[in-house]
T-cell receptor, first 115, second 112 residues
């Protein structure tokens, strides 16, 4: 597509439920990144993929968080047993090349609220 | 290890006056540096990037930034602020070309 598409735009879920956040990167973009942005903070790195391979997941806060990109295109970030502290804006970005010099194109994000 | 510090959480300028948003970085190796802008309810948009070419980088909407290695700074400037510049700005550093580190952001207010 023309840009990075994330869905849903807004998600309200009850504590303890699982949620899946979707990211559809720009067609042909090799690298895909997930960030989390709490209110009033800058984006915090979670994980990234080159093609379908997860290269770095050191930013995932705990084992309730996981991500996949099985065909090297669309990615899903899954949060199991959600907690109120998981409430944040989750942003996805993609990049044409495998690296920062190419810059990143960010999606509009998914606003997750855990009640 | 890499880090970035945005020295001001809020900056307020009058329309038509210069803008200066400050950013200092720390890295073990030569960094790539970026400025992103985030308007309310919008995604992050790349303003400009420095990747070891010219130290003075020009971006979109009249913004520019200068990489100063001796001062470990990458301040964002614009000669004349416009109302549409009101947004939050993030300074970003990357050393290993994969993981990036964002600053905490600077909210720019433009007063008519």
């Amino acid at each position: 597509g023309a840009g990075v598409s994330q869905s849903p735009r807004y998600k309200v879920t009850k504590r303890g439920q699982d949620v899946a956040l979707r990211c559809d990167p720009i067609s042909g973009h090799v690298s895909l990144y997930w960030y989390r942005q709490a209110l009033g903070q800058g984006p915090e790195f979670l994980t990234y993929f080159n093609y379908e391979a997860q290269q770095d997941k050191s930013g995932l806060p705990n084992d309730r968080f996981s991500a996949e990109r099985p065909e090297g295109s669309i990615s899903t970030l899954t949060i199991q047993r959600t907690e109120q502290r998981d409430s944040a804006m989750y942003r996805c970005a993609s990049s044409f090349g495998t690296g920062a010099p190419f810059g990143y194109t960010f999606g509009s994000g998914t606003r997750l609220t855990v009640v | 290890a890499q880090s970035v510090t945005q020295l001001d959480s809020h900056v307020s300028v009058s329309e038509g006056t210069p803008v200066l948003l400050r950013c200092n970085y720390s890295s073990s190796y030569s960094p790539s540096l970026f400025w992103y802008v985030q308007h309310p309810n919008k995604g992050l948009q790349l303003l400009l990037k420095y990747t070891s070419a010219a130290t003075l980088v020009k971006g979109i909407n009249g913004f520019e930034a200068e990489f100063k290695k001796s001062e470990t700074s990458f301040h964002l400037t614009k000669p004349s602020a416009h109302m549409s510049d009101a947004a939050e700005y993030f300074c970003v550093v990357s050393v290993d070309y994969q993981k990036v580190t964002f600053g905490t952001g600077t909210k720019l207010q433009v007063i008519p």
